[in-house]
């Protein structure tokens, strides 16, 4: 499976962003996508996931705040990945990372395969 990140740019705090994660390729055994976020000197850490059957799961520092959704291709070929961020902080710059997992609902980096090569979002105070 490939992973296409894209939307990242310079946001000022409290504006809001949408991040785009193309997903193609044999996607026949991914169950979920998620959203990770790496800030500089930081560890990555977990953001938002989304099953293909559509449930959601958030970490608590962007809960309320980012929604995370799909939209399937009729032919399952395309798939897109949305992360709509809303009241950005300062805290929430970062390198946003896209990826696939065959776990069901995972949020655990080492169960994600498949990473796309990340968008940069800065917010600015």
């Known amino acids: 499976v490939q992973l296409q990140a894209s939307g990242g740019g310079l946001v000022q705090a409290g504006g809001s962003l949408r991040l785009s994660c193309a997903v193609s390729?044999?996607?026949?055994?991914?169950?979920?996508i998620g959203w990770f976020r790496q800030a500089p000197g930081k560890e990555r850490e977990f953001v938002a996931a989304?099953?293909?059957?559509?449930?959601?799961?958030?970490?608590?520092s962007v809960k309320g705040r980012f929604t995370i959704s799909i939209t399937i291709s009729t032919d399952n070929v395309k798939n897109t990945v949305y992360l709509q961020m809303i009241s950005v902080r300062p805290e929430d710059t970062a390198v946003y990372y896209c990826?696939?997992?065959?776990?069901?609902?995972?949020?655990?980096?080492?169960?994600?395969?498949?990473w796309g090569q990340g968008t940069l979002v800065t917010v600015s105070s």
């Open positions: 390729g044999r996607t026949f055994s991914t169950t979920t």
């Open positions: 989304i099953s293909w059957s559509g449930s959601t799961y958030y970490a608590d």
């Open positions: 990826a696939a997992s065959r776990s069901y609902g995972s949020r655990s980096q080492p169960d994600f395969g498949s």
